[in-house]
């Protein structure tokens, strides 16, 4: 038996309203393009609408010219979605609140996640979307998963209660170290001579 490998997320697909109410929110408000439209092929009567999120894959809504936008939270249950979350460059982030301001948009303010900032709001279906900014760039070679893997070994070992900067710090040190040779005998951390 063998696993079926997953190399990443696809595209997904979410079910909207009418096709203006996607356009005005994915484009106008996160800035996604707007890439193609097409029927959806397992139902004539909605249109499937692709918008890139910005790394090349894609985000899919279907939409249905009779559906009106209900800004009501979506269920939460288990097996629902309950957030989608959306990196963005730090100085986006850093205008973000400003931004969601500007257009009136209900959202949670900054929160501290130790390995990453966020802020939640609702899309005009009442999907709650997150903008997240990691606190760090992984060291070449690596991902943000590898970082933070490293992150949650060295939080563990010390009993420590969630990843925090210095969790980090630490794993991106030990993953250089890992990776990359070097000539000293001793790679210990030191002070400058005097």
Known sequence: MHKLQSQGVHHITLVGADRQTSIDFWEGV??????FEQPNLDRASESHLYFDPGDGRLITIFTEESRKPDPERTPTGIGC??????????????????????RKIDHS???????????????P??????????????PAGFSHADVLMTAHEIRVARGDYNIAEVHLADAIEALVARARPSLS??????????
């Open 109 to 123: 303010g900054v929160k501290d996640r130790g390995f990453m900032d966020s802020i939640y709001f609702k899309d």
């Open 81 to 102: 979605v309950h957030h989608i979350a959306f990196s963005v460059s730090r100085v986006t982030f850093l205008q973000a609140v400003a931004r969601l301001d500007e």
């Open 125 to 138: 279906l009442g999907l709650l979307i997150e903008l997240a900014s990691y606190r760090f760039d992984p």
């Open 185 to 194: 005998d001793e790679r210990g951390p030191k002070a400058p001579s005097s």
């Open 30 to 35: 996160l800035g996604m393009p707007f890439v």
